[in-house]
């Protein structure tokens, strides 16, 4: 596992900016749960696991794209798991738009998906 001292800064800050909105409910974790949520138009932004299994990328990913929905590669599944109260998760989504400029911003220059 990776330790905090090895995470990045836009990584800490990504992975507190998603606590804080699942927390507040204003994420959605998990991909059934993203899938769902962009399917109804809610999903507004979202945090992929780059090591994630190819099968779940290959749920979530395609549908973030043809929604237009913005997403960025984030920490690891581990981390992002912890992040939210699970031992790992292969994408968070967020549902508020001030959550989501928070995490684009925090993200840097490096979003993926509709820009």
Known sequence: MTRVAEVSASHRKILALVGLGVRGRRAVVGVEQVRIAAKKGKLVFAVVAPDASRNSLDKVVPLLRA???????????????AAVG????AVVGITDHALARGLRAAAGSSPGGAQ
């Open 86 to 89: 699970r031992e790992a998760t």
């Open 67 to 81: 929604r237009q929905i913005q997403f960025v590669e984030g920490p690891s599944a581990a981390l992002l798991g």
